[in-house]
Nanobody, 128 residues
Framework: QVQLVESGGGLVQAGGSLRLSCAASGRTFSSNTMGWFRQGPGKEREFVAAISWRGGIAVYADSVKGRFTISRDNAKNTVYLQMSSLKPEDTAVYYC?????????????????????WGLGTQVTVSS
């Protein structure tokens, strides 16, 4: 049974930093695209960042570019999201996602439909 478990969320002041982790179990995702999405209050789920299986290529939403960094440790089957210079508008539930297929496409990596496995999410709240 595949599980993605996010951790690292919490309450932080504007300008602060958090690092989210997503640990996968049940199968290895070392050859698969991994992504982060978020859903703010009253909003639809949106793309945040995605990373290729080797970790050398990443794509970001314009709203987080330059502030967030996605990375992965394939030996640990874990993906990370380092968030800096946080803003109140970053407040959301953050979800980890994994593609079941070993492909990398920077355009489709931004789409919810690309991903087959999802975590339950971790809450990030940024106070002003």
């Amino acid at each position: 049974q595949v599980q993605l478990v996010e951790s690292g969320g919490g309450l932080v002041q504007a300008g602060g930093s958090l690092r989210l982790s997503c640990a996968a179990s049940g199968r290895t995702f070392s050859s698969n695209t991994m992504g982060w999405f978020r859903q703010g209050p009253g909003k639809e789920r949106e793309f945040v960042a995605a990373i290729s299986w080797r970790g050398g290529i990443a794509v970001y939403a314009d709203s987080v570019k330059g502030r967030f960094t996605i990375s992965r440790d394939n030996a640990k089957n874990t993906v990370y999201l380092q968030m800096s210079s946080l803003k109140p508008e970053d407040t959301a539930v953050y979800y980890c996602a994994a593609d079941a297929l070993p492909v990398w496409n920077p355009k489709s990596a931004t789409r919810i439909s690309e991903y087959n496995y999802w975590g339950l999410g971790t809450q990030v709240t940024v106070s002003s």
